[in-house]
């Protein structure tokens, strides 16, 4: 018995000894004018050329969020060996770009500004096929919005409890704020929301990962969406787990959306088609 409890504390003393890096960085962000406070976790045996995970937090929270509350992500980070990265992007922007509002142009940030700044600055796949999205909640919509939009710069995406449709809660989230009145502005409410999105998917151009608790208040929205993906013969993956729209639930989905981007990004990719 002495002997098992000496092996085992050496065990765990080498694998605690081993743990992945965290950074926080102030990237520039030349769109907004600002610096935008972003934390990178590393695996501690990065190897050479890295895939890239954007994990993407939801309506007000912080780019340290996924770090502090889910401190399981960081031992995902060494078991997977891809990079995560979590920008700030702000207390209620979903990731949008808004003409006129300087404040607000995070899809730059994110899907252009962020993307250079992270490859040139650590040992990355500077490749689509590498490189990957996903986020909860208010980050969950944000991930396909700019995955679906900018299919040239990611493969992959995923979404947890992801508010995949906006027009159901008009009066929520400062959305009105951003994109003015649902009653007046329907147009442009359907030009940002996920749910109307689905036609501008290429062909084998993303894989699609969803998930969401059934007793989270976007349930529905994304049982809608995966109704809609499946109508349109778009292919993903679609998981639905006990669970409600807080950080029990997210943390444990974390689990299965890492092991998701860690399948993708380890299969040969096909090129996209034009």
Avoid at 24 to 32: G, N, R
Avoid at 250 to 258: A, E, G, L, P, V
Wanted: glycine fraction near 10%.
């Amino acid at each position: 018995m002495k002997i098992k409890f000496t092996i085992l504390f050496f065990l765990l003393g080498f694998s605690f000894s081993f743990a992945a890096k965290v950074d926080t960085l102030s990237v520039h962000s030349a769109a907004m004018g600002k610096s935008i406070k972003t934390v990178v976790i590393s695996p501690d045996k990065g190897g050479k050329g890295m895939p890239v995970l954007y994990l993407l937090h939801g309506y007000s929270g912080d780019y340290s969020n996924w770090v502090n509350k889910v401190p399981a992500l960081k031992e995902l980070v060494d078991q997977f060996g891809f990079m995560v990265v979590c920008p700030d992007g702000g207390y209620g922007s979903w990731y949008w770009d808004i003409a006129g509002k300087k404040d607000y142009q995070y899809e730059t940030f994110v899907s252009k500004e962020l993307v250079n700044h992270i490859d040139g600055k650590y040992n990355t796949v500077k490749d689509r096929a590498k490189r990957g999205i996903s986020g909860l909640s208010m980050g969950g919509h944000g991930a396909l919005y700019l995955a679906i939009r900018h299919q040239d710069v990611f493969s992959v995406v995923g979404s947890t409890a992801g508010g995949v449709d906006i027009r159901p809660f008009p009066n929520n989230w400062e959305m009105a704020a951003r994109l003015g009145s649902y009653a007046e502005n329907p147009e442009k409410w359907n030009q940002h929301t996920v749910m109307e999105m689905t036609h501008l998917i290429k062909p084998k151009s993303l894989e699609i990962f969803i998930d969401c608790g059934v007793d989270d208040f976007f349930f529905g929205v994304n049982e809608k969406l995966h109704e809609k993906l499946q109508y349109m013969n778009i292919p993903h993956r679609y998981l639905t787990m006990p669970g409600a729209h807080n950080w029990d639930y997210w943390s444990k989905s974390i689990h299965y959306q890492m092991a998701f981007f860690n399948e993708v990004f380890h299969k040969p990719s096909e090129p996209i088609k034009k």
